[in-house]
Structure formats: C-alpha cells, structure tokens
C-alpha cells in the first residue's frame, strides 16, 4: 500500500508513500573538524559549589558561578586582560583526576590548571596548556580542596569565558566493589507485585479484565511512575486481545516462543492520541506465539518499544488505525510467518529475524540477517538489507524452567540470519533466580552493589529506583536485568551505573533517567582507557533506554559512554525530551550534550535511536567501528544558530572523530524540525573524515515541513534538506 503524504502533527513526525526519493551527490571540498574524544564517568566535584574570579566582565550576566551551574546556556567571563583565574571551593579536601572546560568563543591561549589546600597557596596541576574553544579536558593527579584555571594568554582581545568548569575526582580504573562487609544478600525471591502472571487454568474473562484495567491505567500515562510486566505460563490462551500501554511488558514464561500461545491478539493502536503514534514509547513485547483474530496483529509503536522473540501466525501491521504517523521501532529475533506491513512508518529496523514479506517502505527500512527480507534498493524503494549480522547475542530473558524462575543468555552469535529458536531450544545457558538479587524499589546503591560484590547477578523488579551512588558491575559475565521498565534516576549528580572492563557482561531492559542535578554519563561501559580484547565474549547493551527531560528536568552531559572494545549495542533510545510535564523541557532546561560516545575499538552498533541533544548527538572515536541503523531528529529547540553553536551552523547528528580510519554505517537518517526559530539551519547530518577505510552507507536528512535546514547529508555532499513538501536527500554511498 502507498500511503500519501502527510501533514504536520502534534509532535511533528511525517509519512511519505512508498514511492519517490531524490538522490543529491554534490561532490565539495571538505574542511577540517574537530577531532572529539570522551572520558570515563567519575564523580563531578565542582557543580554548585562556590566559585569565585579574578573579574567578571558585566558581573551581572556572566558571574564566576555561572560557569559551575551545570548549565551549558550561562557563562563566567573575565575583563579583557590577562592574567585572569577561576576558581572553585570543593568544600573538603578530594582526590582529583580530571578537569573538564568548556571554552567559548574567548577562550585561553594558554593557560595552567592550579590546585590549593587553603585558597591562597596555589600549585601547579601540570605544565601550561593550550586552549581550544568548546569542550577541553586535563588530567590532573592531585587532593586539594581548591582549584582554579590560571589563563596566562587570551586567544582573542575579548576575556576569558567559560560555559562550564567541572572538577572531578575519583579514579579512572576500573570500578571496584569493596569485599562483602555487610550482612548477606540472599539470592532469588519475589519479581514485585507488579509482575502479574497468568495460567492457563484462568478464564480468558478474568485475564482480559486485569489486562484492560492496566491498559486504562497506562494508555496516556507516558511520564507517570508505575511500571507492570504482563508474564504468561507456558499453555494456551483464547479470545484475548492484550492492549500494551506505556511501562508496560508482555512476556512469555516458556524456554521458546511456541510454548506460550494467543489465540487473539497483542495490540498497540494509537487512539489516546487522536490515531497518531509517534508517541506510543516505552513499552514491549517478548517470547509469545500469537494467532490474531483476523490474520494481522497491529503493533503501532515509536521509539523503545522492542518486539523480541515473537511467533506471529498472519500478518503484522505497525501503523495505527487508519495508517496514521508512526517513527521507528525494532524487531529482533521474531518470526513473521506473513508481510511485515511498514505502512505510516517513517523509519524502522528489523534484525535477526524471519518474515513473510514486507509491504511499503517510507524513508529507511533496514533489514540485517532477516530470512525473507527485500532486496536492497535504497532510495527507491529505501530498504536497505544486509544478509547477516557479523556479531550478536540476543538478549538475555525471564523464564519458568521446572516452575521455578529463571533467566535464559543465548550464547554468542558469529554471521548470523534468522531466528535462535527455528530448530529448537535457543543455545546458551540458563541461571537459576538464586542466582541473582532481585531488587525492589527502595533498595539502596549500597545494597545492590552489596549483592554484585557476592557475586550475585542482578534483576530489577518494576519500578523506580533512586540512587545516590555508582552501581559498580564489576564482574565478567554478570546479567544486569530490568522488569517491566525499572527506571533508574540518579541523584546528586551521580552516574547511576558503570560496567568494568571485563568480558561478557550483559546490561539489558532498563531505563535511565536523568536526574536534576547534571550526571557526567549515565550508562559507562568500561574505564576510560580500556584495551582488552573482548572479542570472543563481548559485553552487550540490549533494550536500554535513556531519557533527559520530560518526566522530571533532567540533566546528564552524556547519556551512554563505551570505552570497552568489542561492545555491542542492539536497540538504544537517547532522547532529550521535546516535550512532556510542565518546565521539564526547554533550551536550557533539559541540558545533554551527546547520547552516545564511542571509545572502545571494534563496537558494533545495531538499532540506534538518538535524538533531540545539543551537540554532537553520537561521537564515535574508536576504530572498526559499525552502525547497522540509526534514527535521529536535531534538537527541535534551538533559540538561534548564535545559541546553538559559536562559528558553526549547529552539530551533525554522526560524528566520526577526525583520527578514525575505519568505520563503516549503514541506513541512517537525521531530520530537523527546529520549532523555536525554524530559520536555524544545520551544516549537515553526518560528519566523517574522508579516507578510504570510513564508509557510509544509504544515509538521508529532510526536514519536518521546512522548520529549518539541513544544508548537507555529509560533510559538503548532498544539497539542502528543506522545503515544506518533506522530501528526503539521499547520499547512497560515501566516499
């Protein structure tokens, strides 16, 4: 089916028929970038602490604690003389590591990081550095109390100004859990009452009344705090049409996907919101065979909402009712025995898998190791299909194994197609729920990092947890399992989880929320510095979700941080939120700079959905790097291109560090819709260095009605996305 162009919307996504696509390749000289590279989470010392200068030019707008309010839209700057300093009290003495600046347009030819015990006695933390304008860090290895940037050269015949000075302390080895001192931490227990678990013994009736009684709760509750997993026994069900509302989980208890059958249907549509689905977020579905009522399963959805380890016996239909909007989802591991029908969907990404057909294709459909798929033909129609995936391991899942519970972690996959559990069991290994400390909403970092230095893995009943310091992952193999969309919220500025760098370990099903006080990252995969090869056990992130803004005003500077070499990553959604509860979100309300940085070498990416921060959106500085799909929309929110980004039109979405050599992505795609001031333009969508061994791959930017301009897909080549007919402008290969 060819379904016409769309008009503009609520939250402004758009559809366009299968048909068209205009492909520009204007070949253009291109200039140098800068090259990024991002540092391990410790702990941020400075943010609201006293801070005091030299001088303040204007002291008004631009004081000295401007620079230490974790707010990238205010500044400290100095008079236009030199010398000038910065300084921050820490309030006690802290063992410092690094020091992170973020320079605007003024910023220091050279200049010396100095610490102090008492304020007045100052020594040198290093050698004189230069500066460089935006954001600059120096390792520093001393304790003090006090310390200051000590500008001994202006750049410019301006001052000294500073977005932001952070201090941190901690150490930037691998995370570390002191031996168990506390009592023990038993293992196993309750999943939480709001794991509701059906039986085939039950009436449809009464199975359908508790589901529809949390759909109610839940269909338009998209920033409330409750959170369910809907989890059926192994048997056979009738008559039953499950509708998923947000936070909300669908799962079957069997080893495999046929043990668990729907004579009905699982359903998402999108009338809570006037048949619009772009905003049908944070829910899923795992591990169930379903037979629909009349041979389609509607699952109209947006953004971190996983079909995983599904037996659909028809169709299934991923637009809503009507053929609505709806942006992007993912499917992994699934079994379509009809047409995967993509209608309304701007974008979506399906891996591992077995279907049918697929039926339409808007502006990106990505295929990769799906028996079935259609041939690549992108940008008419624009699917792009990639036969196998080079490495996987599906994620790890909640099962009954002799009427116990336990969770199930599919073994490493090398050149894979089609789905784990054709010819029977899924391969891999099963732990038993002793093995792991189940928490609950209310348990303490310390309890949980209590239960993780036992040696337990770890399960997250649904729910919301507060953490005031570092879960610390520091064991290889450990299984880190969210419930029904666990979120975890930082306070204090915390990073709220990091993994160590060692093999094996698998972070799945979760939300992060940032906290309103800003977090360095909120997901850390390694140290900073990693370089142990994990490439025949690499960690996974699977299904994790991050959120800045829109629930609560949040605030992380990064959201996921990879420094472990071999990572995989399959299905993230980073979204600075452009909308939600009131004085949540805005320019300088929901600061995040980056969703994702890469360090490590040799990641594989699968399923990207980064959207909506305020500088590079995704920085990846490792080698052998491979993205299979990315979804991305620039922040909608820019007050101006002065605001956004001094000398520069704005921050492309994909930025490979200028020292990289090889990288190779397939089937992204970056919008604009800049709804503040839509005169904004953006330079372009993607940012590379231009060498042989980095290659992009069926790549396009538009823009949402015209509110705003991309004036490149990649570096200088392809010409403007505009214009209110959104009309994509696709870059088939590049170089």
């Known amino acids: 089916?060819?379904?016409?162009?769309?008009?503009?919307?609520?939250?402004?996504?758009?559809?366009?028929?299968?048909?068209?696509?205009?492909?520009?390749?204007?070949?253009?000289?291109?200039?140098?970038?800068?090259?990024?590279?991002?540092?391990?989470?410790?702990?941020?010392?400075?943010?609201?602490?006293?801070?005091?200068?030299?001088?303040?030019?204007?002291?008004?707008?631009?004081?000295?604690?401007?620079?230490?309010?974790?707010?990238?839209?205010?500044?400290?700057?100095?008079?236009?003389?030199?010398?000038?300093?910065?300084?921050?009290?820490?309030?006690?003495?802290?063992?410092?590591?690094?020091?992170?600046?973020?320079?605007?347009?003024?910023?220091?030819?050279?200049?010396?990081?100095?610490?102090?015990?008492?304020?007045?006695?100052?020594?040198?933390?290093?050698?004189?550095?230069?500066?460089?304008?935006?954001?600059?860090?120096?390792?520093?290895?001393?304790?003090?109390?006090?310390?200051?940037?000590?500008?001994?050269?202006?750049?410019?015949?301006?001052?000294?100004?500073?977005?932001?000075?952070?201090?941190?302390?901690?150490?930037?080895?691998?995370?570390?859990?002191?031996?168990?001192?506390?009592?023990?931490?038993?293992?196993?227990?309750?999943?939480?009452?709001?794991?509701?678990?059906?039986?085939?013994?039950?009436?449809?009736?009464?199975?359908?009344?508790?589901?529809?009684?949390?759909?109610?709760?839940?269909?338009?509750?998209?920033?409330?705090?409750?959170?369910?997993?809907?989890?059926?026994?192994?048997?056979?069900?009738?008559?039953?049409?499950?509708?998923?509302?947000?936070?909300?989980?669908?799962?079957?208890?069997?080893?495999?996907?046929?043990?668990?059958?729907?004579?009905?249907?699982?359903?998402?549509?999108?009338?809570?919101?006037?048949?619009?689905?772009?905003?049908?977020?944070?829910?899923?579905?795992?591990?169930?065979?379903?037979?629909p009522v009349s041979g389609a399963n509607r699952w109209a959805v947006s953004q971190a909402a996983p079909f995983r380890r599904m037996d659909i016996h028809g169709d299934l239909n991923l637009a809503p009712n009507g053929y609505g909007w709806a942006s992007g989802g993912y499917i992994a591991d699934s079994r379509i025995s009809g047409s995967e029908q993509q209608y309304s969907q701007q974008q979506w990404f399906t891996r591992n898998s077995q279907i049918g057909s697929s039926l339409n294709a808007v502006w990106n459909q990505a295929f990769v190791g799906v028996q079935g798929a259609p041939a690549s033909s992108f940008p008419n129609p624009p699917y792009t299909t990639i036969g196998t995936a080079p490495v996987i391991r599906e994620k790890p899942y909640l099962y009954q194994a002799g009427g116990q519970y336990a969770v199930f972690v599919p073994n490493l996959q090398q050149n894979a197609s089609g789905v784990t559990w054709a010819n029977g069991n899924t391969p891999g290994t099963s732990l038993p729920l002793s093995q792991f400390y189940v928490a609950k909403p209310g348990d303490s970092a310390a309890t949980i990092n209590q239960a993780l230095a036992q040696g337990l893995n770890l399960i997250f009943q649904p729910g919301v947890y507060h953490v005031n310091q570092t879960i610390n992952v520091t064991r290889a193999n450990t299984v880190v399992l969210g419930l029904g969309y666990a979120t975890i919220i930082p306070d204090n500025g915390v990073t709220p989880m990091q993994v160590a760098d060692v093999d094996g370990v698998k972070v799945a099903g979760l939300l992060f929320d940032a906290g309103t006080t800003n977090s360095a990252n909120l997901l850390v995969i390694g140290p900073n510095g990693s370089s142990a090869n994990h490439a025949g056990n690499p960690t996974t992130v699977q299904d994790v979700f991050f959120r800045i803004g829109g629930s609560i005003a949040g605030k992380a500077t990064n959201s996921l941080l990879i420094n472990s070499n071999n990572t995989i990553i399959d299905h993230i959604w980073a979204w600075r939120a452009d909308h939600g509860n009131a004085g949540t979100y805005g320019w300088t309300v929901n600061t995040a700079d980056s969703g994702l940085i890469v360090n490590g070498q040799n990641v594989t990416a699968y399923g990207l959905f980064v959207e909506h921060y305020q500088k590079y959106e995704v920085i990846w500085n490792g080698n052998g790097g491979r993205t299979y799909f990315l979804q991305n929309e620039q922040p909608y929110d820019p007050p101006s291109n002065a605001a956004w980004r001094s000398g520069a039109n704005g921050y492309a979405a994909y930025k490979v560090a200028d020292n990289v050599t090889s990288h190779e992505a397939w089937a992204m795609g970056s919008y604009c819709y800049f709804n503040v001031n839509p005169s904004v333009h953006s330079d372009r969508g993607f940012e590379v260095p231009v060498n042989g061994g980095v290659k992009l791959h069926n790549i396009f930017t538009v823009s949402l009605g015209g509110n705003g301009v991309i004036d490149h897909v990649v570096n200088n080549t392809g010409g403007p996305a505009q214009g209110t007919a959104t009309v994509p402008v696709n870059v088939t290969n590049f170089p």
């Open 1 to 291: 089916m060819t379904v016409p162009q769309a008009i503009p919307r609520s939250r402004s996504r758009w559809r366009l028929g299968a048909a068209g696509g205009l492909v520009v390749a204007v070949v253009a000289a291109f200039g140098a970038f800068t090259t990024l590279t991002a540092h391990a989470a410790e702990t941020l010392l400075s943010q609201g602490k006293p801070a005091t200068a030299s001088s303040s030019e204007n002291p008004g707008p631009y004081p000295a604690s401007a620079a230490v309010d974790g707010n990238t839209g205010t500044r400290w700057s100095s008079a236009f003389s030199d010398p000038q300093w910065l300084q921050v009290d820490l309030g006690a003495s802290s063992a410092i590591n690094r020091v992170e600046l973020n320079w605007e347009a003024a910023y220091a030819k050279t200049f010396k990081i100095q610490t102090s015990a008492n304020g007045s006695t100052w020594t040198d933390a290093g050698p004189a550095t230069a500066g460089v304008v935006g954001v600059q860090s120096v390792t520093v290895n001393a304790t003090a109390r006090y310390v200051r940037m000590y500008g001994t050269e202006r750049a410019t015949g301006y001052g000294y100004s500073l977005w932001e000075f952070k201090v941190f302390g901690g150490t930037s080895t691998d995370p570390t859990t002191p031996p168990p001192t506390g009592p023990t931490v038993p293992g196993g227990g309750s999943l939480g009452a709001n794991v509701i678990v059906f039986d085939p013994s039950m009436s449809s009736a009464s199975i359908q009344s508790q589901a529809d009684t949390i759909f109610k709760q839940q269909e338009s509750n998209q920033f409330g705090l409750q959170r369910y997993v809907l989890a059926f026994k192994p048997g056979t069900y009738n008559g039953l049409n499950i509708q998923v509302g947000f936070y909300t989980s669908v799962l079957g208890l069997g080893q495999n996907p046929q043990d668990v059958r729907i004579n009905g249907d699982i359903t998402v549509d999108a009338g809570w919101f006037q048949g619009n689905a772009t905003q049908n977020f944070w829910r899923s579905v795992e591990n169930v065979s379903v037979y």
